[in-house]
């Protein structure tokens, strides 16, 4: 089961036949050797109109987004705006209710590996982490909503994938405080400094590893690396 066909089918299924709108799939599948995204304004996440905002786009040109990824075997990566997805539901019915991370990327072919991310812009990682655990915790709960059904052992959605990470994508403010970052997080990204970049394991449900990658360092979306980030 794809994630596509998960928030499409299943999600909805589990929380009572909520409504799935048209405008609910904010997303784009990318094969770029390096890409950036970034997230919608508060203002624009305040429009009514939601319908208006899937066709803004969240993929951004280098140097402009929140969060940076590579995926130098340019493989295919599904990319779904899960907030937005979230917020499609009717107000108050329980599929909109509790928190959510930002987005979600996923092999699109594979299902090998999927990552949930978040992401920050600010001065102080540190005072986004807390929430930002509690986010990833009600969205790691929302996308395992079949586990309940599967008694017998079978899998269930989130046990196809074999590497799970929850990403936190922090871009400082100033660019003072980016340089002063970037100097300290020299090579942030290698397989052989990983140690630094996972600051929180084992406080995820589901196997999920927590990571977290100041900008610009990119993230890897390639086999080896994930191999490494979850110790698999």
Not at 46 to 54: P, V, W
Not at 94 to 100: L, R, Y
Not at 154 to 177: D, K, M
């Amino acid at each position: 089961m794809t994630l596509r066909e998960y928030l499409e089918g299943c999600y909805p299924k589990e929380k009572g036949g909520a409504k799935l709108y048209d405008y609910a799939f904010r997303e784009v599948v990318i094969t770029q050797e390096s890409f950036e995204i970034s997230d919608l304004t508060l203002d624009e996440k305040r429009e009514e109109d939601k319908s208006a905002l899937q066709k803004k786009p969240f993929l951004q040109q280098h140097g402009e987004g929140e969060a940076r990824f590579s995926n130098p075997q340019q493989k295919e990566v599904y990319i779904i705006d899960f907030e937005h997805y979230i917020d499609s539901f009717k107000k108050g019915s329980q599929a909109s209710k509790e928190k959510k991370c930002d987005f979600i990327l996923s092999s699109d072919k594979t299902q090998n590996w999927i990552v949930l991310n978040e992401l920050c812009t600010g001065n102080n990682p540190e005072n986004k982490r807390e929430t930002a655990q509690l986010q990833f915790k009600s969205t790691i709960e929302k996308l395992c909503l079949d586990k309940k059904e599967q008694v017998d052992g079978n899998a269930h959605f989130l046990s196809q994938f074999t590497y799970r990470v929850a990403l936190l994508s922090y871009r400082f403010e100033s660019s003072e405080g980016e340089s002063a970052v970037a100097k300290g997080i020299s090579g942030f990204n290698k397989p052989t400094q990983i140690a630094g970049n996972v600051t929180l394991e084992g406080c995820l449900p589901e196997g999920f590893v927590w990571v977290q990658c100041i900008y610009p360092a990119p993230f890897e979306l390639f086999d080896t690396f994930l191999q490494k980030v979850c110790k698999s």
